[in-house]
């Protein structure tokens, strides 16, 4: 859907639920401006296109006891494409996970509370892939919002 069929209304509302996915009804419709039935009518029709999908919660992975962060690149051995995306999914601690074009066909986000815990989950899939692991720093761009063009 071009971002064009959003007009400034949507965006609004678009925006205040990317800061707090849980804004009680009139507070979305004053960042809005409208009244909360019209706000809410809106909302839904968001739904009902595609354009919202779900609400959400921020989680500080940290207190979770996950300190360590990793970016893991992951390239299946031949004819193992299917087992070793089985095996991502099966494994919790990849928290998110792409499938995407290049050298690699896969790059997953991990939690991990030690670097031995990395080991051992990476092992997992060390028979049936190579993997290439970057240990996130620091996230200076949350996921946010694209620009609405």
């Known amino acids: 859907m071009p971002n064009d ?24 419709a004053e960042a809005a401006g409208l009244s909360s039935p019209s706000c ?5 029709r968001l739904e009902e296109r595609g354009v919202i999908s779900g609400f959400t919660v921020d989680l500080d992975l940290a207190a979770l006891g996950y300190p360590l962060q990793a970016i893991v690149r992951v390239r ?8 070793v995306e089985r095996l991502i999914q099966e494994i919790p601690e990849f928290i998110e996970c792409d499938k995407v074009t290049g050298d690699d066909c896969f790059i997953a986000r991990l939690v991990v509370r030690s670097m031995s815990e990395l ?30 063009r």
């Open 5 to 28: 069929i959003l007009d400034a209304i949507d965006q609004r509302i678009l925006a205040a639920l990317s800061r707090n996915a849980r804004m009680p009804l009139k507070e979305l």
């Open 40 to 44: 809410a009518e809106r909302v839904r």
């Open 76 to 83: 299946p051995l031949p004819g193992q494409l299917h087992i």
């Open 119 to 148: 080991d051992g989950l990476l092992d997992k899939i060390a028979e049936r892939a190579e993997t290439n692991t970057s240990m996130i720093k620091a996230s200076p761009i949350k996921r946010r919002l694209p620009p609405f």
